[in-house]
Nanobody, 126 residues
Framework: QVKLVESGGGLVQAGGSLRLSCAAS??????????MGWFRQAPGKEREFVATISWNGGSTYYADSVKGRFTISRDNAKNTVYLQMNSLKPEDTAVYYC?????????????????WGQGTQVTVSS
């Protein structure tokens, strides 16, 4: 069974930074051949795409709302994906989820992600 565990969330003031991590575990499972993504869900809203990275880290893509402020990266040796979040805004407040795609290339479609973490809360105060 594949398990994704997010960490690094918390409460931060507007303008601050946080780094989220997503570690994968499971029997004979490696993230290194799959694209990964981060999504978020604010109260009363649908889960939305934030960022995605290809299997080897060579390609990334971001939602317009976070472009220039967030950076997605991965360390395949550690089976871990990161989301560095800078210049945080109150509207970034949400539960953040990492997900593992069934493909190697980047994708923004929720339906193309097969495994999901439980989420980590990020709260940005004004």
């Amino acid at each position: 069974q594949v398990k994704l565990v997010e960490s690094g969330g918390g409460l931060v003031q507007a303008g601050g930074s946080l780094r989220l991590s997503c570690a994968a575990s499971g029997r004979i499972f490696s993230l290194s051949t799959y694209a990964m993504g981060w999504f978020r869900q604010a109260p009363g809203k649908e889960r939305e795409f934030v960022a995605t990275i290809s299997w080897n880290g060579g390609s990334t893509y971001y939602a317009d709302s976070v472009k220039g402020r967030f950076t997605i990266s991965r360390d395949n040796a550690k089976n871990t994906v990161y989301l560095q979040m800078n210049s945080l805004k109150p509207e970034d407040t949400a539960v953040y989820y990492c997900a593992c795609s069934r493909y190697r290339a980047t994708t923004t479609r929720r339906s193309e992600y097969d495994y999901w973490g439980q989420g980590t809360q990020v709260t940005v105060s004004s």
